[in-house]
């Protein structure tokens, strides 16, 4: 079966440090990878997405990055973090082709002091 | 782009029925998913639809209408631990999903 890691599951950083989540999936091969933000009683806004290695799609500028170095890891990015990136970031997965699923990472609560 | 709505909160009783409703308008259509999301996790799959019709999976059922951009979760015989958000997301062109902001669901005894 498929599962999905991400860590840390909390994180608490100063503003103007840098930041870097990672997530990794196994047991499954060339799944299109996604990073999320879900800031307090709101809806998740897709930051990013891939579709195989090297290949990134940004959704919504910011100060955020993504890299895809293998196969099944996904890693969110910042050199610099705001006070306004403070949330509950989500790594999901799902498999290439339509009406697949995306399945979620239990997340990172990141807060910026 | 998507733009989805669904009610802010719902509360139902112990054994009863809710029905969450979802409307989208989107320029291209590949699917609605219903997720659900207990308080401080990661959201859950629950249901995909992308004909018209009802889809039922056990104590929950999703409905679709594509003429009318409409969607309903429908939650049978409600258990306290139904009691999180449902948040429905609308495939578009490719692989992205967007996601309506969550109905949060109460249920009291």
């Known amino acids: 079966s498929q599962t999905i890691h991400q860590w840390p599951a909390t994180l608490v950083q100063p503003v103007g440090s840098p930041l870097s989540l990672e997530c990794t999936v196994e047991?499954?091969?060339?799944?299109?990878l996604y990073w999320y933000r879900q800031a307090a009683g709101r809806g998740l806004q897709l930051l990013f997405y891939?579709?195989?290695?090297?290949?990134i799609s940004s959704e919504v500028p910011q100060n955020l990055s993504a890299s895809r170095p293998q196969d099944r890891q996904f890693i969110l990015s910042s050199k610099k973090l705001l006070l306004s990136d403070s949330g509950f970031y989500l790594c999901?997965?799902?498999?290439?082709?339509?009406?697949?699923?995306?399945?979620f990472g239990d997340g990172t609560r990141l807060s910026i002091l | 782009g998507q733009n989805i709505d669904q009610p802010t909160e719902m509360t139902a009783t112990e054994g009863a029925i809710v029905q969450i409703n979802c409307t989208y308008q989107?320029?291209?259509?590949?699917?609605l998913f219903w997720y659900q999301q207990h308080a401080g996790e990661a959201p859950t799959f629950l249901s995909y639809?992308?004909?018209?019709g009802l889809e039922e999976k056990g104590r929950f059922s999703s409905f679709l209408s594509r003429s009318k951009g409409y969607s309903y979760l429908l939650l049978k015989e409600l258990q306290m631990k139904d009691s999180a958000s449902y948040l429905c997301?609308?495939?578009?062109?490719?692989?992205?999903?967007?996601f309506g902001a969550g109905t949060t669901v109460t249920v009291r005894a």
């Open positions: 989107t320029s291209g259509f590949n699917g």
């Open positions: 997301a609308v495939r578009g062109p490719g692989y992205k999903l967007s």
């Open positions: 999901a997965w799902s498999r290439q082709g339509g009406g697949q699923p995306q399945h």
């Open positions: 891939s579709v195989g290695i090297g290949q």
């Open positions: 639809n992308v004909l018209d």
């Open positions: 047991g499954t091969s060339n799944p299109n």
